[in-house]
């Protein structure tokens, strides 16, 4: 990788955390600043955060990356974002529907 794409990722990691902090999660880039192997954010509970910067993205890709890295233990998201865009969150559908059961379960719903 080169050093512009690497100082890319970094600032990527960095702004997503910062985005996670906003949201009121005490999160910070993970291990990969000191040469250590590990999730890219780290501080939100339950989850394998994988940050993509970049105009290009292969989300298939980058998700087969975080499903291996999150093992069975954390729910793994992609967090990803272009240029001039705002940030998304990429994540499998089973995943997602074990959430929005959750949610549903916890709103009361009046006819």
């Known amino acids: ?3 512009n794409s690497r100082a890319k990722g970094a600032r990527g990691e960095r702004e ?10 005490e999160a910070r880039r993970g291990q990969q600043y000191s040469g250590i192997e590990g999730q890219d954010v780290v501080g939100l509970p339950h989850v394998h955060v994988e940050v993509k910067r970049v105009e290009r993205l292969n989300i298939h890709d980058a998700m087969s990356q975080a499903v291996r890295d999150a093992g069975e233990e954390k729910l793994p998201i992609v967090a990803h974002r272009k240029n001039h865009c705002p940030w998304l969150i990429t994540m499998r559908a089973e995943d997602w529907f074990k959430i929005y ?6 709103t009361e719903v009046t006819p």
């Open 1 to 3: 990788m080169a050093k």
């Open 16 to 25: 997503f955390a910062s985005l996670c902090r906003q949201e009121g999660y």
């Open 101 to 106: 059961r959750e949610f549903e379960a916890g």
